[in-house]
């Protein structure tokens, strides 16, 4: 009953920036906590950020911190990831999840529905 459709990934040099988009669209009728999540080539997907049902208080993974932001406009069901100063490290396919409860976590097994994924690469 719930989708999400993410966009904004792409191909970037390093030291470029990418906005992840991610709207949600269905039968939800109020708001939730939503993350980003990545995950490369041979590796488990990990956590990079989630954001709580009013758009405050964020949590980020350590190994981004500083560079990307997470937010959300709860008016057009969206939330976003802004990722700076991008390295080829954090190439991956990028998630957004949504977690139907009152607080965000870090956890993936505790998100309810996720989006298809969008693939960031950064080149050399």
């Known amino acids: 009953q719930v989708q999400l459709v993410e966009s904004g990934g792409g191909l970037v040099q390093a030291g470029g920036s990418l906005r992840l988009s991610c709207e949600a669209s269905?039968?939800?009728?109020?708001?939730?906590?939503m993350g980003w999540f990545r995950q490369a080539p041979g590796k488990e997907r990990e956590f990079v950020a989630a954001?709580?049902?009013?758009?405050?208080?964020?949590d980020y993974a350590d190994s981004v911190k500083g560079r990307f932001t997470i937010s959300r406009d709860n008016a057009k069901n969206t939330v976003y990831l802004q990722m700076n100063g991008l390295k080829p490290e954090v190439t991956a396919v990028y998630y957004c999840?949504?977690?139907?409860?009152?607080?965000?976590?870090?956890?993936?097994?505790?998100?309810?529905?996720w989006g298809q994924g969008t693939q960031v690469t950064v080149s050399s």
């Open positions: 999840a949504i977690k139907l409860g009152i607080l965000p976590c870090v956890r993936g097994d505790d998100y309810d529905y």
């Open positions: 269905g039968r939800i009728f109020t708001t939730y906590p």
């Open positions: 954001i709580n049902r009013y758009g405050t208080t964020p």
